[in-house]
Structure formats: C-alpha cells, structure tokens
C-alpha cells in the first residue's frame, strides 16, 4: 500500500518469484513459452493428469475439492512415500504446499505466448543454505520442467513436440 492508499497487486509470475525468493527455494525457473495461456495452464492446472509428467519424482497426484479454489491432495513417489498438500488453484496461479514442501506454478499473458514459471522449495528454515548451493541445478531442473509442461501442451494441441 503507498501513501494514497492504493495497493499495488503482482501479476502470478511475479508473485511466484518473490515467494522464491523469500523462500529461498532451491528450484525456482520462468520462461516465455510461444503457446496460448489457456493452453500452458490447460496443462498445467491439470494436476493429477499432468502433474507426474511434469515433475519426474511424482508417481501419482491425487486431488479432491475442499472449498472454492482450494483442495486437498496426496503426492506420491516412486518409491512409495506420500505427503498431503494444500493447494489454492486459480487460473494462472497454483500453490501447493505440504509440511515440508512447497511448489507452485504460475503464468500470465505475454505477447503471442505466455511467461510460465515453477517453483519447488523446502519449508524450513534450516534448509536455506542446502537450498542456495543447490539453486543451480534447481534452475536447471526447472526450466526442464516449463519445457516439459510446453512439451504437454502440443501434444494436447495435436502438434508434434518440438
């Protein structure tokens, strides 16, 4: 809020990075994709159809409503361990968080195409430092997963992936 007391609100994408940064989420990557919001989001909000194909750790993302935008959902891994996340899902915006971790998606309009940008992070404190060494990789593995979310995307579209 300034002085006259407006607020300034952020677009999803830059909401996103100020949570990674605040975070200090080890994953955190955005990129312009040349493919239609709705279509980027039609992937991406499509968290238990799309969700495993997006992020290589997940075996199955299970959803269910809980109340408006919110739901309740269970991850689960290869290797059989599960977690409970909260997630707020609107469009161009998704947060999911359990008690350890936290990951996001977000998008907004951008010429012909769309920024998208991911986010994946712990929750505790003391992870921060393990978190900033591995921030590299994590960019990495993040713009890793926009390409595939993109990937999805034509499928879904009919086009053959680039």
């Known amino acids: 809020m300034n002085l006259n007391g407006t607020v300034a609100e952020l677009d999803p994408v830059r909401r996103l990075r100020v949570m990674a940064a605040g975070l200090n989420a080890v ?11 709705r279509d980027i989001w039609a992937v991406a909000s499509d968290l238990e159809g799309e969700l495993p194909h997006l992020v290589p750790t997940l075996r199955a993302f299970r959803c269910r409503p809980a109340s408006g935008d919110r739901r309740l959902a269970w991850a689960y891994g290869p290797l059989g361990h599960t977690a409970r996340f909260d997630v707020l899902l609107q469009t161009g915006w998704c947060l999911m968080q359990s ?59 009919g086009r053959k992936p680039a």
């Open 99 to 157: 008690r350890y971790v936290v990951g996001g998606m977000a998008a907004v309009p951008e010429g012909r195409g769309t920024r998208f940008a991911v986010l994946g992070g712990m929750r505790q404190p003391w992870s921060a430092p393990v978190q900033r060494a591995l921030r590299p990789v994590g960019r990495s593995r993040g713009l890793l997963m926009v390409e595939r979310a993109v990937r999805r995307a034509e499928l879904r579209r």
């Open 27 to 37: 994953m955190y990557a955005e990129a312009h994709v040349d493919l239609p919001m």
